[in-house]
């Protein structure tokens, strides 16, 4: 699955990977998250992209929404990793757990997915005798 991810919407989706799984949904997730989630130098320059620890131990991270407005990168998931972010987020609807700050992500997640299926035509075959 490909989709395109705002600076805010790819700060979140690290929230959404499976923190435990299989060796395959492990490795698929590291891919996900250390290659093609990451931030590079220049985005995180032209964005201001920071981390910060907080008292808790936990780690935030700020960014200049400004700067990165318009601006999308496109990721590709796996199967397997794209249907574990679809499954948490239809959670979060489901124990009416959904925030403004997540909607998009549900949106192109969930809602995108259910479109590009009702979209698929549906054909049936038909066995012919000949």
């Keep these: 699955m490909k989709v395109s991810l705002t600076v805010e919407e790819r700060i979140l989706l690290f929230g959404f ?3 435990a ?7 698929e997730m590291l891919d996900v998250r250390d290659r093609q989630m990451i931030f590079d130098e220049r985005e995180t320059r032209e964005y201001d992209i920071s ?3 907080t008292d808790d131990g936990r780690f935030q991270v700020s960014f200049n929404k400004e700067s990165s ?7 590709e ?3 397997r990793i794209a ?17 403004e700050q997540i909607l998009t992500l549900y949106e192109k997640f969930v809602l995108g997915k259910k479109e590009k ?14």
Excluded: C, F, M
């Excluded at 009702?118 to 038909?126: C, G, Q, V």
């Design 17 to 19: 990977l499976p923190q």
């Design 69 to 75: 407005e318009g601006y999308e990168k496109e990721i």
């Design 21 to 27: 799984g299989d060796y395959e949904t492990i490795k």
């Design 83 to 99: 249907a574990h972010i679809t499954g948490e987020l239809e959670r979060y609807n489901n124990e009416k757990k959904l925030s």
């Design 117 to 130: 299926q009702d979209s698929k035509p549906n054909i049936k075959s038909k066995k012919h005798n000949g």
């Design 77 to 79: 998931l796996s199967p």
């Design 51 to 53: 981390k910060v620890q």
